[in-house]
């Protein structure tokens, strides 16, 4: 389950701060097999409004090398990103990697519906998640 929080202090004399902003989402639990909770936001992303790209957010039980190879719906590869056990992307628990919506030549892609495949290798065992990306401009 993911949940919000906020929080707030107490001084030595008894008085309360005001609480934070909401903080979140935090996933509470171990992850369900080697990679779990894969997808990624905002989904449909609008470029006009958020032209950073998209997020790809997913939960792995343990480091491990990850592969995220993005397709058109042709099946050609349009991007590949790769992530080393224990570096950022790839890290026990939540990860949430950007997608700058561009190809592997800098240019960003055309409007339309995008496969994702986002692959967990740990001491040869794998594990393979896939979803789709919706890119409007």
Known sequence: ???????????????WSAW?????PMFTGRAQGLISNVSNFPNPVDLRVNPAGTYLAYTLNSDALINIKIYDLLGYLVKELNFYA????AKTGEN???????????ETVVKGIYLA???ANISGQKKMQKFKIGVVR
């Not at 224990?86 to 992307?89: A, E, I, T």
């Not at 950007?98 to 190809?103: K, S």
């Open 1 to 15: 389950k993911y949940y919000y929080y906020r929080a707030r202090q107490q001084n030595l004399a008894g008085e």
């Open 20 to 24: 934070s902003a909401p903080q979140g």
């Open 86 to 89: 224990g570096q950022d992307g």
């Open 96 to 106: 949430k990697v950007l997608w700058d919506c561009n190809n592997m030549s800098g």
């Open 117 to 119: 495949v986002v692959e």
